[in-house]
């Protein structure tokens, strides 16, 4: 037998084992695994002592801005940035200019990133409610990761790019959708059996409690959450899962961030509804009374919450609420960060620092390493309907591979970021443990930091069942 490659000496861990072995690859996939050598002939010996060897690790919530304002991102620096991180897969957003709202921009949109991506990549389709309806069964069938509901977001009427601050006097926006028109969203993507995402903030009561808030004249950080509650979230969620219920669709809530958010998904999955939450590392590292120190740069939607929220969050993943982190990677310049927090955009970059910071939560001792492969590789794999191929070590998967070397110990630098957007709300933060080779279907497109491979990645689809 002849090995591609081989990666002895390490511990491979799963969210089910921790066990010292070798991993054999041949054409791209795993092609046994033994705690004993075996013999053939190898091209490539990777030396993993005294570093862990991960299931490759997925990002699910990446929006690249391609094709739209690549001068902030585009796939090609995005998916750079995700293989930095240790993210062998990502699944990237539909807003993108013009989005991914049928079979044929789907098609397009692979087209386009497939050339530029150095990992291996999905695609959320967007829902649009009545302008796209008819579409979405034919879009799940070319092959959507999910489907993605922006709620409560009003629409434009030529480009159907999202507008973030509705007023009723636009004249050339569609009106966020009604309840009826929701619930009707829910139905349609309920019959294609994909999960759909929802970002869950009440536009209404925000847009209502943002004009009372600004009418002070207030702009600082604390004005934002007054103006984006609580209960922005709880009341959406309830509803979400409501519609769920009622339509049979597998809700799948983005960025949770609230303390009574992760109380409503923890009772609706006692009653066996079928969803699933993620959060971001924002919410799990950062709180209101760090914006003083860290400023603009952490302005996101939904906002950062409190302390009370960020404990329930850590209860929530240890508890199983929560099954899922993603990184909400939404990259802006510099100058458009630097302004007045009404008017500033929300969002930073975030795949390539998630996983660093997760693996400095497992060396504080806030998770274990297994569960940190369950979060961000099996879990998402089995929900999206890409495992066994993707999120696992297994013979005959796909050689997606994460080694992590958790005695390392390194300085987050925003200029050292791969993405073009070179901030982040970590900047000098010291961290132990680091992702030091990415592994992309046997490939190394990653290692000790740098990039060393061209641009190799395909298109994923959920397996039909």
Not at 26 to 50: H, N, R, W, Y
Not at 97 to 112: G, H, I, K, L, Y
Not at 253 to 259: K, N, Q, R
Not at 413 to 420: D, P, R, W
């Amino acid at each position: 037998m002849e090995w591609d490659v081989v990666i002895k000496n390490g511990t491979i861990v799963t969210p089910g084992a921790t066990y010292k072995a070798s991993l054999y690859i041949k054409d791209g996939k795993i092609a046994a695994i033994s705690d004993q050598p075996l013999e053939g002939t190898v091209k490539k010996e990777t030396d993993a002592a005294g570093k862990y060897i991960l299931p490759g690790l997925i990002d699910v919530h990446v929006h690249s801005r391609d094709p739209g304002p690549t001068y902030k991102e585009d796939f090609f620096t995005s998916t750079q940035a995700a293989a930095a991180g240790g993210i062998t897969t990502i699944f990237d957003m539909p807003n993108t200019t013009p989005p991914t709202r049928d079979a044929e921009s789907f098609r397009r949109q692979v087209a386009n990133l497939t050339p530029k991506a150095h990992v291996d990549f999905g695609i959320w389709g967007i829902c649009l409610g009545h302008l796209n309806n008819k579409d979405i069964p034919a879009l799940a069938e070319a092959g959507v990761i999910g489907f993605k509901y922006f709620w409560g977001y009003a629409i434009n009427k030529k480009t159907f790019q999202l507008t973030y601050n509705y007023k009723a006097d636009m004249d050339d926006v569609i009106a966020p959708f009604s309840d009826g028109e929701v619930y009707e969203i829910f139905q349609t993507v309920a019959k294609t059996g994909q999960v759909l995402a929802v970002h869950a903030e009440d536009s209404s009561l925000i847009l209502k409690l943002t004009d009372q808030v600004k009418k002070t004249g207030r702009t600082d950080y604390d004005a934002l959450l007054e103006g984006r509650p609580n209960l922005a979230e709880e009341a959406t969620v309830q509803m979400g899962f409501s519609f769920s219920r009622a339509s049979g669709a597998r809700l799948h809530v983005l960025h949770v961030t609230t303390a009574e958010g992760v109380d409503a998904i923890q009772q609706a999955k006692k009653k066996g509804a079928p969803v699933s939450a993620e959060t971001c590392p924002h919410y799990l590292f950062l709180t209101n009374k760090d914006y003083p120190k860290v400023g603009p740069v952490m302005k996101i939607y939904p906002p950062v919450k409190y302390e009370k929220d960020q404990e329930r969050l850590w209860q929530g993943i240890n508890d199983g609420t929560i099954t899922i982190i993603s990184s909400d990677h939404a990259p802006h310049t510099p100058e458009e960060k630097n302004g007045d927090l009404w008017s500033i955009p929300a969002g930073m970059p975030g795949t390539e620092t998630m996983a660093p910071l997760m693996l400095n939560a497992v060396s504080e001792g806030r998770i274990t390493l297994q569960q940190l492969t369950a979060l961000l590789s099996e879990n998402p794999a089995k929900r999206f309907g890409i495992y066994p191929e993707k999120g696992s070590l297994e013979v005959g998967t796909d050689a997606d591979i994460t080694i992590v070397d958790m005695n390392k110990e390194a300085v987050i630098k925003a200029e050292n970021l791969h993405s073009k957007s070179k901030i982040t709300a970590y900047d000098g933060w010291h961290i132990k443990g680091v992702p030091v080779e990415t592994i992309v279907r046997g490939e190394t497109v990653m290692k000790d930091g740098e990039i060393v491979h061209k641009p190799l990645g395909h298109v994923v689809k959920p397996q039909k069942s």
